[in-house]
């Protein structure tokens, strides 16, 4: 089945520290990838998304993301976590004509000082 | 400035109670959805909508309908035959193909029932 997965519910980084959320997803071609983020009570913004070339994607606020043909992940990565960056992230895909964006159960970011 | 605006953030209703939620937007954006939102499951499609006069199911339609009368507006009624509706629900819309723009997205309702 087609499908997208964040292993991660929670994690916890330092504030200054290194960041990595991952992503595999399940699908027999190369979907149309992406990463929201979701402060709460609020809706979803875009950070950054892939649709082929450059396997490596810059987004917004210093994020970027590695797809990996081969492993089937679309990580996002942060070389240094701000406190502000505290929030639930979402990766989703659009595996099949119609357009839909299918979502991850997310994983939600804390940022400790 | 143009956005996706649902209301209200927050509802309450009785349980048996039918309720709409309102999702209008001034992005001249062909294509709507809804999904649902619960904590640790992620966000699930309700139903979606490319054009006006005509929708379709998503994952997760049992007990919800929909209408799009107007390119603008894609209310949400949750009926009492949703066996458990309390949830964030969050509209969203996009232009032509999505993969070029995303989607963008309302702030969400919050509906519980009691």
């Known amino acids: 089945a087609q499908s997208v997965t964040q292993p991660d519910i929670h994690i916890t980084v330092s504030e200054g520290a290194s960041l990595e959320l991952r992503c595999n997803y399940s699908?027999?071609?190369?979907?149309?990838l992406f990463w929201y983020v979701q402060s709460p009570g609020q809706g979803l913004q875009l950070l950054l998304k892939y649709f082929s070339g450059d396997t490596l994607v810059q987004g917004i606020k210093g994020f970027e993301a590695e797809f990996k043909r081969s492993q089937s992940s679309f990580n996002l990565r942060k070389p240094s976590v701000h406190w502000s960056d505290a929030a639930e992230y979402f990766c989703a895909a659009i595996m099949e004509y119609g357009n839909k964006l299918v979502f991850g159960a997310g994983t939600i970011l804390r940022v400790k000082s | 400035d143009g956005g996706i605006t649902q209301s209200p953030k927050y509802l309450f209703r009785k349980e048996g109670q039918n309720v709409t939620l309102s999702c209008e937007q001034n992005l001249n954006h062909d294509a709507m959805y809804w999904y649902r939102q619960d904590p640790g499951q992620g966000l699930r499609l309700i139903y979606y909508s490319q054009i006006v006069n005509d929708f379709q199911k998503g994952d997760i339609a049992e007990g919800y309908s929909v209408s799009r009368e107007k390119k603008e507006s894609f209310p949400l009624t949750v009926t009492s035959a949703q066996k458990n509706p309390t949830a964030f629900y969050l509209c969203?819309?996009?232009?032509?193909?999505?993969?070029?723009?995303?989607?963008?997205f309302g702030s969400g309702t919050r509906l519980t029932v009691v």
């Open positions: 699908y027999g071609a190369t979907p149309y």
């Open positions: 969203a819309s996009s232009y032509g193909d999505p993969w070029d723009y995303g989607y963008t």
